[in-house]
Nanobody, 122 residues
């Protein structure tokens, strides 16, 4: 099993910044992709950003130019730097990971963290 633990959420004023972190631990061979989703009250969970172990990134249009995803393969950690935050960014942010379980595994498994609350309000 794999555990994902998020941190860094909190209350911030509009225009402010937060940096989220997610650390993966447990039994696995390799993390293929890590990323962030978010879910606001009454809305569907939506993709925010992803990053592969090779460093390739992908962003939702709503956060391009404001958010930056990065990773540290040696630490099994992914970060989300959030700048110029807006009230509509308020949501629970969930870390996820696509994991190759063993060297001989033909496929991969998807895991989710418990989420961290981000509130943007004056």
């Amino acid at each position: 099993q794999v555990q994902l633990v998020e941190s860094g959420g909190g209350l911030v004023q509009p225009g402010g910044s937060l940096r989220l972190s997610c650390v993966a631990s447990g039994s696995f061979f390799r993390i293929n992709t890590m990323g962030w989703h978010r879910q606001a009250p009454g809305k569907q969970r939506e993709l925010v950003a992803t990053i592969t172990s090779g460093g390739s990134t992908n962003y939702d249009d709503s956060v391009k130019g404001r958010f930056t995803i990065s990773g540290d393969n040696d630490k099994n950690t992914v970060y989300l730097q959030m700048n110029s935050l807006r009230p509509e960014d308020t949501a629970v942010y969930y870390c996820n990971a696509d994991v190759r379980r063993t060297l001989m595994s033909p496929g991969s498994s998807r895991y989710w963290g418990q989420g961290t609350q981000v509130t943007v309000s004056s």
